[in-house]
């Protein structure tokens, strides 16, 4: 006889335990779980048509070192801090072109577009590229952190992690790289929240 499972929603933690004891589906679940944040983190990061394969080794990594998570924070902010890590590798091996950070998020015109109407779609989507753009012209290590905090919802501590850095540096940064943002923003006549 086959007992039915019941649909119970696990948190990351119970199923990261599962994956350390060899539970495969468990991984699984995990990689279903937060293949979107990692592709989303890749990207704005600036892995460009080369996402996909950072997330890949992004979560292969994971899988090969899971049994040295120990749960400090949460599995999402380690395994982006590894996925940030597999794009500056790739930075690291490609060399420094124009035009890589962002290429393909400023390519995704199908992404979710707030509002009613064809008028309201086409203003999203001028703010969407201004935005962008603007981003793309911030340091790197400014990027990083509006990236973090502001795409990926991610709190003070968890950015620390993510980038390697001291949380007051993640404040301070913030703050400074913030300001920057809205002063190109307001240079493009971009109104911003």
Not at 18 to 37: K, N
Not at 103 to 123: N, Q, S, T
């Amino acid at each position: 006889m086959r007992v039915l499972r019941t649909e119970v929603a696990l948190d990351d933690d119970a199923l990261v335990t599962r994956a350390q004891a060899g539970d495969l589906e468990a991984y699984d679940l995990l990689v279903a779980r937060h293949t979107a944040s990692a592709y989303r983190t890749a990207v704005l990061l600036g892995a460009g048509a080369d996402s996909e394969d950072v997330v890949q080794e992004a979560f292969v990594k994971a899988y090969r070192t899971l049994a040295r998570y120990r749960g400090d924070g949460s599995f999402r902010s380690w395994l982006l801090a590894i996925v940030a890590n597999e794009t500056r590798n790739l930075h690291r091996s490609r060399g420094r072109r124009d035009g890589l950070v962002l290429r393909a998020a400023a390519a995704r015109p199908d992404a979710d577009v707030a509002g009613d109407g064809a008028f309201d779609a086409v203003l999203a989507g001028e703010r969407r590229a201004a935005l962008v753009e603007a981003l793309r012209q911030l340091p790197v290590r400014d990027r990083e952190v509006i990236v973090c905090r502001f795409f990926l919802d991610l709190t003070e501590e968890e950015t620390a992690r993510m980038l390697g850095w001291p949380r007051g540096t993640v404040k301070s940064r913030t703050s400074r790289a913030l300001t920057k943002l809205r002063g190109l923003l307001d240079r493009e006549g971009i109104r911003h929240g």
